[in-house]
Nanobody, 115 residues
Framework: VQLQASGGGLVQAGDSLRLSCAASGRAIDTYIMGWFRQAPGKGREFVASLKWSGSSTDYADSVKGRFIIAGDNTKNMVFLQMNSLQPEDTAVYYC?????????WGRGTLVTVSS
């Protein structure tokens, strides 16, 4: 599976962005899809995940109520709608496809939130 994240950019605090993750090479509906981020000088952290079965989602406490993860398995894509962005959301955002026997990471997309 090849993953490509896009949609990042420079925004102001309070703005919204929608990130997209396009998958190719294999259908992603057997994977748990996730978004992670890495802020400057920090480790990579979990942001949100989506299980196709039952459309179950999970979020980091820091983004609950502001971010929404969704997917379209007909297009092999996953999205992250980010609302009420804050400077602390500044990071490179990565898309991940996970199952017990495989993990795939995509190249990240940079989100910068100015105050």
């Amino acid at each position: 599976v090849q993953l490509q994240a896009s949609g990042g950019g420079l925004v102001q605090a309070g703005d919204s962005l929608r990130l997209s993750c396009a998958a190719s090479g294999r259908a992603i509906d057997t994977y748990i899809m996730g978004w992670f981020r890495q802020a400057p000088g920090k480790g990579r952290e979990f942001v949100a995940s989506l299980k196709w079965s039952g459309s179950s989602t999970d979020y980091a406490d820091s983004v609950k109520g502001r971010f929404i993860i969704a997917g379209d398995n007909t297009k092999n894509m996953v999205f992250l709608q980010m609302n009420s962005l804050q400077p602390e959301d500044t990071a490179v955002y990565y898309c991940r496809a996970y199952r017990s026997d495989r993990i795939y990471w995509g190249r990240g997309t940079l989100v910068t939130v100015s105050s």
